[in-house]
């Protein structure tokens, strides 16, 4: 069973997804290919390769962590949602409310972890 957590909006957060998607933007968005390639096609299935899998594990258990801690201690993140119009759509600016969470976060990180976001 999936750890959810509900927020002042009255929204179930599901941890597993947010920690997952979070993991695999980070991984993806710093992701330096002299390390080799992040995915892998085997059998028709396209997966992680064994590095990508490793740091993505590592990063999902960082955020999960961080987040049930939140939650267990009664805390709570706001992040800020910006968005912009570009060619008459909405954009939302995905890598500030990430960087955002992720200072939040670590604000409220137990054990002196922290979690750090970088950008290439």
């Known amino acids: 069973?999936?750890?959810?957590?509900?927020?002042e909006h009255d929204v179930l957060i599901n941890v597993v997804e947010l920690a997952s998607e979070f993991a695999h933007s980070t991984?993806?968005?710093?992701?330096?290919?002299?390390?080799?390639?992040?995915?892998?096609?085997?059998d028709g299935e396209t997966r992680y390769t064994?590095?990508?899998?490793?740091?993505?594990?590592e990063l999902y258990d960082t955020i999960y962590d961080s987040v049930i801690?939140?939650?267990?201690?009664?805390?709570?993140?706001?992040?800020d949602i910006l968005s912009y119009e570009e060619d008459g759509q909405k954009v939302y600016d995905i890598?500030?409310?990430?960087?955002?969470?992720?200072?939040?976060?670590?604000?409220l990180q137990p054990d002196g972890i922290s979690l750090e976001i970088f950008y290439s």
């Open 1 to 7: 069973m999936s750890e959810k957590i509900r927020n």
């Open 27 to 42: 991984m993806k968005n710093n992701w330096d290919y002299r390390d080799g390639e992040i995915y892998i096609e085997e």
């Open 50 to 57: 064994e590095t990508a899998q490793d740091i993505f594990n």
């Open 69 to 79: 801690a939140c939650k267990s201690n009664s805390n709570s993140i706001s992040v």
């Open 95 to 107: 890598e500030h409310m990430v960087d955002d969470f992720a200072n939040k976060l670590n604000e």
